[in-house]
């Protein structure tokens, strides 16, 4: 038992995945001890809000009846979060699953490679460790989609943008795609808009989300009537 609370903190890498499992463990006692339901277990990461394109990225022809096609693959971020099932399974669970590997790797792997002669440099073996708990975070939480999937666990609750206020953060006129901001729970989030009827929308004034567009990639907005966009 001594020797195991020694290599707890032994060695750097050792020390740095304990903290954090400390850490994740002081966590859990608080989800458990406040009854905090599935939401507690997940945080805010924007998986459904459109990636923001800035002003100059896009600018279509007004004149052309061609539709632009804004659709994208899902990026190596979103691909990355799939693989780990994120959103299938609260992101808390995920992420805690990862860190214990992550945790048990470095105590597991620092008994046969001495690396406290290292210094700071022996935090490099964690890269290796990690690429491994990755693949077993996946192989673990596989058998969570489908409990997840049973007792109706859908991932973080949609939000609904339509008639939220919000700033433009670029110049929009006609079929212009810009960007915008919108503070939903004191978080600022960005979304691709265009004005809906087309009439120009300037930088720092303060828009209405109208509507969608059928792929809702795209937010329609319209200038807000206050005091503050006089």
Same mark, same amino acid.
């Given at each position: 038992?001594?020797?195991?609370? $020694?290599?707890?903190? $032994?060695?750097?890498?050792?020390?740095?995945?304990?903290?954090?499992?400390?850490?994740?463990?002081?966590?859990?006692?608080?989800?458990?001890?406040?009854?905090?339901?599935?939401?507690?277990?997940?945080?805010?990461?924007?998986?459904?809000?459109?990636?923001?394109?800035?002003?100059?990225?896009?600018?279509?022809?007004?004149?052309?009846?061609?539709?632009?096609?804004?659709?994208?693959?899902?990026?190596?971020?979103?691909?990355?979060l799939n693989f780990l099932n994120v959103g299938k399974v609260p992101f808390m669970l995920v992420l805690s699953t990862f860190k214990f590997?992550?945790?048990?790797?470095?105590?597991?792997?620092?008994?046969?490679?001495?690396?406290?002669?290292?210094?700071?440099? /022996?935090?490099?073996?964690?890269?290796?460790?990690?690429?491994?708990?990755?693949?077993?975070?996946?192989?673990?939480?596989?058998?969570?989609? @489908?409990?997840?999937?049973?007792?109706?666990? @859908?991932?973080?609750?949609?939000?609904?943008?339509?008639?939220?206020?919000?700033?433009?953060? /670029?110049?929009? @006129?006609?079929?212009?795609?810009?960007?915008?901001?919108?503070?939903?729970d004191k978080n600022p989030i960005k979304l691709n808009v265009m004005s809906i009827d087309g009439s120009e929308l300037r930088y720092g004034?303060?828009?209405?989300?109208?509507?969608?567009?059928?792929? @809702?990639?795209?937010?329609?907005? /319209?200038?807000?009537?206050?005091?503050?966009n006089l």
């Open positions: 038992m001594t020797d195991f609370l $020694h290599n707890l903190i $032994h060695s750097l890498p050792n020390a740095v995945t304990t903290v954090i499992m400390g850490v994740l463990l002081l966590y859990w006692l608080f989800v458990f001890v406040s009854g905090a339901g599935l939401e507690g277990l997940d945080i805010d990461l924007d998986l459904d809000t459109d990636v923001d394109i800035p002003d100059s990225d896009i600018d279509t022809d007004s004149d052309s009846d061609t539709d632009v096609d804004t659709e994208k693959a899902p990026g190596f971020f979103m691909r990355f590997f992550l945790w048990i790797g470095s105590l597991i792997t620092t008994q046969f490679i001495e690396v406290t002669s290292w210094g700071v440099w /022996s935090l490099l073996i964690l890269i290796p460790i990690g690429f491994v708990g990755i693949f077993l975070t996946r192989f673990a939480t596989n058998p969570l989609v @489908k409990l997840f999937k049973e007792i109706g666990y @859908k991932g973080e609750e949609e939000i609904d943008f339509l008639g939220r206020s919000g700033r433009m953060l /670029s110049n929009i @006129k006609d079929k212009k795609i810009g960007c915008a901001e919108f503070v939903i004034e303060y828009v209405l989300v109208a509507d969608e567009s059928e792929d @809702k990639k795209i937010y329609l907005v /319209s200038k807000e009537i206050s005091m503050r």
